[in-house]
């Protein structure tokens, strides 16, 4: 007859098998992320060219007095943070309008959302490339303008119109994920409630006010995160599209790091600029959790 182990060694033996199950995901997240993190706070205070044979000489503040006395680089944290703001807001408007509409199960919305998922299922550079065909001064758009007796449209060529054509096309190519965040968060709003309000005479946008909107609160705080991120890192679309200009009017901090600093060896601007990066991000995310924490917080003291 099999041996029953005392409750006291079941939860000993269930916890020894729950960490060293833990242990390995924590030693490779430490690898991929924490370790390439300390470098880059390591190097942004040095100078040093990326060469083995070059020991990194320590100056101190000094990438930093370089980043924020540039007027370039001002220019290109305004323009980082001009994309991630009002990209995260067109891209979740765009998804949550998108997902009431297709929130239905049916064949039409089936299709419709295969197709709105499909541009990010694209390279990020041939999204940079496919536009480039569509909207530069020889593209589509323009070629069909000129045939119908009309000035064509400075999409790339014009500093401001480049960046709000850039803003519009990193926006088509992340909302597909945003998209299927929110169909998820609808999956999850309480029919009770639904139909509850219905019953007492609300309206769509009052139901919408008082039920949906409250119930989806998990999922915009993941949304927005996710997609200011993936915006304040944005560099593929930048070089396929763009290339930064035109006069510097789309390079966005990403791209300075990947595409000016390191190429120019200089290892310890770049990881100044990375860590700003990284602040940046964090500072994005801690805030809309703070938002979202008060607003509950606001309720509960209403209700």
Same mark, same amino acid.
Request: glycine letters at 6%; charged letters at 15%; proline letters at 4%.
């Given at each position: 007859?099999?041996?029953?182990?005392?409750?006291?060694?079941?939860?000993?033996?269930?916890?020894?098998?729950?960490?060293?199950?833990?242990?390995?995901?924590?030693?490779?997240?430490?690898?991929?992320?924490?370790?390439?993190?300390?470098?880059?706070?390591?190097?942004?205070?040095?100078?040093?060219?990326?060469?083995?044979?070059?020991?990194?000489?320590?100056?101190?503040?000094?990438?930093?007095?370089?980043?924020?006395g540039?007027?370039?680089?001002?220019?290109?944290?305004?323009?980082? #943070?001009?994309?991630a703001?009002?990209?995260?807001?067109?891209?979740?408007?765009?998804?949550?309008?998108?997902?009431?509409?297709?929130?239905?199960?049916?064949?039409f919305?089936?299709?419709?959302?295969?197709?709105?998922?499909?541009?990010?299922v694209?390279? #990020?550079?041939?999204?940079?490339?496919?536009?480039?065909?569509?909207?530069?001064?020889?593209?589509?758009?323009?070629?069909?303008?000129?045939?119908?007796?009309?000035?064509?449209?400075?999409?790339l060529?014009?500093?401001?119109?480049?960046?709000?054509s850039?803003?519009?096309?990193?926006?088509?190519?992340?909302?597909g994920?945003?998209?299927?965040?929110?169909?998820?968060?609808?999956?999850?709003?309480?029919?009770?409630?639904?139909?509850?309000?219905?019953?007492?005479?609300?309206?769509?946008?009052?139901?919408?006010?008082?039920?949906?909107?409250?119930?989806?609160?998990?999922?915009?705080?993941v949304?927005?995160?996710?997609?200011g991120?993936?915006?304040?890192?944005?560099?593929?679309?930048?070089?396929?599209l763009?290339?930064?200009?035109?006069?510097g009017?789309?390079k966005t901090?990403?791209?300075?790091?990947?595409?000016?600093?390191?190429?120019q060896?200089?290892?310890?601007?770049?990881?100044?600029q990375?860590?700003?990066?990284?602040?940046?991000? #964090?500072?994005?995310?801690?805030?809309?959790?703070?938002?979202?924490?008060?607003?509950?917080?606001? #309720?509960?003291?209403i209700?």
């Open positions: 007859m099999a041996r029953t182990l005392p409750s006291k060694q079941r939860r000993r033996r269930s916890a020894g098998v729950s960490i060293s199950m833990v242990v390995p995901a924590v030693l490779i997240y430490a690898a991929l992320l924490v370790v390439p993190v300390i470098y880059a706070f390591y190097y942004s205070f040095t100078e040093y060219n990326g060469f083995p044979t070059r020991v990194p000489e320590f100056i101190g503040l000094e990438n930093y007095r370089t980043v924020f540039s007027d370039d680089m001002t220019g290109t944290m305004v323009i980082t #943070a001009v994309v703001v009002v990209g995260a807001v067109a891209v979740n408007v765009a998804a949550l309008g998108l997902a009431l509409l297709l929130k239905r199960t049916d064949r919305n089936t299709f419709g959302r295969v197709v709105m998922f499909y541009p990010h694209l390279s #990020a550079l041939v999204v940079g490339f496919l536009w480039q065909a569509i909207l530069g001064p020889q593209g589509v758009v323009n070629t069909m303008l000129e045939k119908v007796g009309t000035d064509s449209l400075p999409f060529s014009d500093p401001d119109w480049a960046l709000w850039m803003i519009l096309v990193i926006v088509w190519s992340l909302f994920v945003q998209l299927i965040l929110y169909l998820a968060g609808l999956q999850a709003v309480s029919e009770d409630l639904l139909e509850a309000a219905k019953l007492d005479g609300a309206g769509r946008w009052q139901t919408f006010r008082a039920v949906t909107w409250p119930s989806l609160a998990s999922t915009v705080t949304a927005v995160i996710t997609s991120i993936s915006l304040l890192k944005t560099y593929d679309v930048v070089v396929s763009t290339g930064g200009g035109p006069a009017s789309t901090l990403a791209y300075t790091i990947l595409a000016v600093s390191f190429p060896r200089d290892i310890g601007l770049a990881s100044a990375a860590v700003l990066l990284i602040l940046a991000a #964090a500072v994005l995310s801690l805030t809309v959790l703070f938002l979202r924490r008060r607003a509950e917080n606001d #309720a509960e003291s209700g």
